[in-house]
């Protein structure tokens, strides 16, 4: 089992940046791909950004490349997701996600999620 605990959500204006971090507890956690995802009122489940269980390779979202920025720090235990130039359209549920090696952009193939934190950005 791993658990992942989320923080750093908030309330900004646009135009600001966030910093969320995700500590992870349980099993090795550096042999996990770590991945964060979204989800607004209404709308589905979707990727954000991922890192592979290395810190090797890093993956985004369209809608997010060139302002959000992965990174993970396995002494710590912990990812983070710098989130700069944020736009309305960035308001949501922030989760973390954990799966075995490789990653991926499907929510369903993740095996370890956290509760979430809310990003609300007001225009």
């Known amino acids: 089992q791993v658990q992942l605990v989320e923080s750093g959500g908030g309330m900004v204006q646009a135009g600001g940046s966030l910093r969320l971090s995700c500590a992870a507890s349980?099993?090795?956690?550096?042999?996990?791909?770590m991945g964060w995802f979204r989800q607004a009122p209404g709308k589905e489940r979707e990727f954000v950004a991922a890192v592979s269980w290395s810190a090797g390779n890093t993956y985004y979202a369209e809608a997010v490349k060139g302002r959000f920025t992965i990174s993970r720090d396995n002494a710590k235990n912990t990812v983070y997701l710098q989130m700069n130039s944020l736009k309305p359209e960035d308001t949501a549920v922030y989760y973390c996600?954990?799966?075995?090696?490789?990653?991926?952009?499907?929510?369903?193939?993740?095996?370890?999620w956290g509760q979430g934190t809310q990003v609300t950005v007001s225009s």
């Open positions: 996600a954990a799966r075995r090696y490789a990653v991926n952009y499907y929510p369903s193939s993740y095996d370890y």
């Open positions: 349980g099993r090795t956690f550096s042999n996990y791909a």
